[in-house]
C-alpha cells in the first residue's frame, strides 16, 4: 500500500462559529479561517493543538453533501483525511482493500484546491484522501 499520513480528523458542527471557539477553549489554533466551498455547500473551518488539526465542516444548505449526516450523527467526528505522495497508487490500494469511492476527486477549496476524494468501509468507516 502507499503511504498515507494523516492531514486531519473532520468534525461535523451544525454552528461553525460555535464549535470554533469551543475548540478556541480547548486550547484549538485557528490555522485556516472558515472558507465556504460553494460544491459541497459547507463552510470549512481549520483548527491545530499539539500537532493535530482537525476540520470543523458544517452545512449551509438542505442539499449539502453532509446534510444527511447531520441528521444522523449530530456534532461528532466523521472521517480521518490522509495524504500520499502517489494519489492515484493509494486511491488503488484502497478500492482493492474494500474501500469504496463515494465521490469523484474533486478540487477542495479549502485545501488550496487540491482533489480530494472520499472513501467509505464497513469496517473503517469514512475516509478522505487528498492529491499532492
Do not use: W
Not at 503511504?3 to 460555535?18: A, D
Amino acid at each position: 500500500m502507499s503511504p498515507l499520513t494523516v492531514h486531519h480528523i473532520g468534525y461535523l458542527v451544525k454552528k461553525i462559529e460555535k464549535a470554533k471557539d469551543a475548540f478556541l477553549s480547548l486550547g484549538f489554533q485557528v490555522e485556516q479561517d472558515t472558507l465556504r466551498d460553494e460544491t459541497r455547500k459547507v463552510d470549512i473551518c481549520f483548527l491545530c493543538k499539539d500537532g493535530y488539526r482537525i476540520e470543523l465542516v458544517s452545512p449551509y444548505a438542505e442539499d449539502s453533501v453532509v446534510s444527511g449526516l447531520m441528521k444522523r450523527y449530530k456534532n461528532s467526528p466523521y472521517h480521518i483525511c490522509y495524504e500520499t505522495v502517489d494519489f492515484d497508487a493509494a486511491f488503488a490500494d484502497l478500492t482493492a482493500n474494500g474501500y469504496i469511492a463515494i465521490d469523484t476527486p474533486t478540487p477542495a477549496p479549502a485545501l488550496g484546491g487540491r482533489d480530494v476524494v472520499f472513501l467509505s468501509s464497513a469496517v473503517a468507516g469514512m475516509i478522505e484522501l487528498i492529491r499532492p
